[in-house]
Each structure stands twice: as C-alpha cells, then as structure tokens.
C-alpha cells in the first residue's frame, strides 16, 4: 500500500492525530469527514490513516501482524475496540 502514488494536484486534508487516548471511534468518524473524496481507493485511505496514528496508537498499528489490514474495512472495523482487549 506505501507504493500506491496519491492522484496528481492531491491535496491531503489537514488531519487530526490520535495518540490512543480518547475514542477511537470518534477519530475514525473525523478522520472518515475529512476524506470522504478518496473514500474508494483502500490504500490511499490506509496511508493517510496511519500517518494519523501517534504513541500507543501508532505502537498497536506497528506490531499488527502482516496481513492484518487488506482493505479500509479491515482498517476501520476493529480499531475502536482493538486498544481495549
């Protein structure tokens, strides 16, 4: 997914970080709002999310096994409940 190019003139939106403290289904409703254009393309969505992450958040997403996310649904579909287990 890094090797997916973002469209020409893309501009990325100015996105708000999540360090794993507060609600991550609150991030991912922001994060969703704000890149609603390139919703059907996973890897670009993927990529911008992750870039979001930050501290616990980042360090979770980091030891994933490979394979974990494929899509934007994998993504976005445990992660709310991932920092709780």
Request: charged letters at 20%; one cysteine or more; glycine letters at 8%.
């Given at each position: 997914?890094?090797?997916?190019?973002?469209?020409p003139?893309?501009?990325?939106?100015?996105?708000?970080s999540?360090?794993?403290?507060?609600?991550?289904?609150?991030?991912?409703?922001?994060?969703?709002?704000?890149?609603?254009?390139?919703?059907?393309?996973?890897?670009?969505?993927?990529?911008?999310?992750?870039?979001?992450?930050?501290?616990?958040?980042?360090?979770?997403?980091?030891?994933?096994?490979?394979?974990?996310?494929?899509?934007?649904?994998?993504?976005?579909?445990?992660?709310?409940?991932?920092?709780?287990?």
């Amino acid at each position: 997914m890094e090797t997916v190019a973002f469209p020409p003139k893309f501009k990325q939106p100015n996105l708000q970080s999540f360090d794993g403290r507060g609600s991550p289904r609150q991030h991912i409703c922001h994060f969703k709002a704000l890149t609603g254009g390139i919703a059907g393309n996973d890897a670009l969505m993927i990529r911008l999310f992750v870039s979001t992450l930050r501290e616990t958040a980042f360090d979770w997403y980091a030891r994933l096994p490979a394979g974990t996310i494929n899509s934007w649904a994998d993504e976005s579909t445990p992660l709310p409940y991932a920092f709780f287990r």
